[in-house]
């Protein structure tokens, strides 16, 4: 979220809501949402920041099970690359399950030498990149 916030110019404005209530990863592509259970044959993150551990931790749980099929695809925003957190982690997913799990990262600050994505997480990006 901070680096959508990071991104706005003045006087734009942002609506946000969610997620709400709990939610738990059941493996096996199974998720409880406030109790109610559903299942999804893939699974799309949007992590930045601190927030990046507790998708970290349902991407290590999926792709660990060897009898969990779900695929994963997982934006990972930040703002410098000194902010990427688990960035070992997640490319050592990506090149080991590469056929289940798929990362991209982006910065929104950046050196000329960055060449990930150079932006901010929007709806493009998000089009291109979750299932």
């Excluded at 920041?49 to 990972?76: E, M, N, S, Y």
């Excluded at 080991?96 to 799990?101: A, I, S």
Aim: glycine share 8%; with cysteine; aromatic share 6%.
């Amino acid at each position: 979220m901070s680096n959508v916030l990071d991104c706005l110019r003045e006087g734009e404005e942002v609506e946000a809501k969610g997620p709400s209530g709990a939610i738990r990863h059941q493996g096996h592509g199974r998720f409880a949402i406030d109790d109610r259970q559903h299942t999804f044959d893939n699974v799309s993150l949007v992590l930045g920041g601190l927030d990046v551990a507790p998708g970290h931790q349902v991407i290590a749980r999926i792709l660990k099970d060897k009898t969990d099929k779900t695929k994963a695809r997982a934006i990972d925003a930040n703002k410098s690359e000194d902010d990427i957190l688990l960035v070992g982690d997640l490319d050592e997913f990506s090149r080991t399950y590469k056929d289940q799990f798929e990362i991209v990262h982006m910065l929104s600050h950046h050196g000329d030498d960055w060449k990930g994505h150079k932006d901010c997480v929007n709806e493009e990006i998000i089009n291109q990149h979750v299932f």
